[in-house]
């Protein structure tokens, strides 16, 4: 009888309630965007502020928020960690002010509770800028669906502690952080000291790279990619892809092509199933050859074949690659490869199926032939 009291009222199952826990410093710019949407998600909304100066903290009041603060201390682990004692749901949502929601309803969130017994990742594009000044987006998942009393661990690029399986959420959210100024830098200085604690850590070396990477210090980034590719186990862990991947993207800046062309050949069992690895490959060939024609007329056929193979593969969220690697983006360079080679019925063919996925430079491509 005491069982079923704390289980069911009149003789229903209790629904389980599910708390929003952020943090947040300073986010007037997207606080409002995310949780417009959000709290259609959630019971209760937590926001612990680490010290904001702008209206953040009224914004979080307009929502009905349970605001808390935290004195700053570098470690965002600590941050969450204290965040997620606020909350006395029994689920947890765990959401930056710059990811907003754009699939999935509260509905899929309590059928995924009710499923089983695992924590929930969400599916989140990434926007970032090319170097070429191109806005694109990769995928990720995250876990962020967590049961109360899971905590974090790590300075900065924090993860999830937990025993439970990780299994994706029917969640769809977009990410423009990474399209903002001066959170590298900030990132940089944690993870730099991290390291110092950790100086063999794969997986701080790989942030530190990445995070290089992305703020365009490539020479920089160089030698944390190196030493993250000498200690990173070759499978278990979910970063080694894009590792691998990154420090290729990073030697075709640096144009250090003997190097990359080494660890193409030698990714090439582990990484086949990789529409990204591919596309990348295509990438290093066509570059490699612009450089030098004469050392390098001998790859010219891989060009082809790298973006061939990417379409072959198609989209593979779980992948959590760039999205288009699998489809618009590997046609349109196939395109690319046929306009140059003189074959224009070819060309237009991959120019139409990458337009026909909405891809801006395709459309262009087609209208200076035609």
């Given at each position: 009888m005491l069982e079923c009291m704390k289980t069911c009222y009149g003789g229903l199952p209790m629904k389980k309630r599910i708390g929003l826990v952020m943090i947040v410093r300073n986010e007037s710019r997207s606080l409002e965007r995310c949780l417009s949407q959000a709290e259609k998600l959630v019971d209760e909304i937590y926001i612990t502020d680490t010290g904001s100066e702008d209206d953040t903290i009224e914004i979080a009041r307009r929502h009905h928020a349970q605001i808390s603060?935290?004195?700053?201390?570098?470690?965002?682990?600590?941050?969450?960690?204290?965040?997620?004692?606020?909350?006395?749901?029994?689920?947890?949502?765990?959401?930056d002010a710059d990811e907003y929601l754009v699939a999935g309803t509260k509905?899929?969130?309590?059928?995924?509770?009710?499923?089983?017994?695992?924590?929930?990742?969400?599916?989140?594009?990434?926007?970032?800028?090319?170097?070429?000044?191109e806005i694109s987006q990769s995928c990720v998942f995250t876990t962020r669906l967590v049961p109360r009393g899971t905590f974090y661990e790590g300075k900065v690029h924090e993860q999830i502690v937990t025993k439970l399986p990780i299994r994706p959420l029917p969640l769809i959210?977009?990410?423009?952080?990474?399209?903002?100024?001066?959170?590298?830098?900030?990132?940089?200085?944690?993870?730099?000291?991290?390291?110092?604690?950790?100086?063999e850590d794969p997986y701080t070396l790989y942030q530190i790279a990445r995070t290089l990477w992305l703020m365009k210090e490539y020479a920089q980034a160089?030698?944390?990619?190196?030493?993250?590719?000498?200690?990173?186990?070759?499978?278990?862990?979910?970063?080694?892809?894009?590792?691998?991947?990154?420090?290729?993207?990073?030697?075709?800046?640096?144009?250090?092509y003997e190097r990359?062309?080494?660890?193409?050949?030698?990714?090439?069992?582990?990484?086949?199933?990789?529409?990204?690895?591919?596309?990348?490959?295509?990438?290093?060939?066509?570059?490699?050859?612009f450089s030098d024609v004469q050392r390098y007329i001998g790859l010219l056929p891989e060009i082809e074949h790298s973006y061939r193979r990417c379409l072959e593969i198609g989209e593979v969220p779980e992948h959590e690659?760039?999205?288009?690697?699998?489809?618009?983006?590997?046609?349109?360079?196939?395109?690319?490869?046929?306009?140059?080679?003189?074959k224009t019925q070819e060309a237009v063919y991959y120019y139409r199926m990458s337009a026909d996925k909405g891809y801006q430079p395709a459309k262009e491509r087609i209208q200076k032939i035609l």
């Open positions: 603060e935290f004195n700053w201390c570098n470690d965002f682990s600590a941050a969450r960690n204290y965040a997620l004692e606020q909350s006395d749901c029994d689920w947890n949502l765990i959401l509905k899929d969130l309590l059928n995924f509770i009710e499923s089983g017994d695992h924590a929930g990742a969400i599916e989140r594009h990434d926007s970032y800028k090319e170097s070429t000044g959210f977009e990410h423009d952080g990474y399209l903002q100024e001066g959170k590298g830098q900030r990132n940089l200085e944690i993870l730099l000291e991290e390291l110092e604690e950790k100086p160089d030698g944390y990619f190196e030493r993250f590719y000498q200690l990173v186990p070759e499978s278990g862990t979910g970063y080694r892809v894009s590792g691998v991947l990154s420090y290729l993207y990073n030697l075709l800046e640096l144009k250090m990359g062309f080494g660890i193409i050949e030698n990714e090439k069992r582990r990484l086949d199933a990789y529409a990204d690895y591919h596309f990348a490959c295509g990438t290093f060939y066509t570059q490699g050859i690659g760039v999205l288009g690697n699998g489809s618009f983006k590997a046609a349109y360079n196939l395109g690319v490869w046929f306009e140059v080679n003189g």
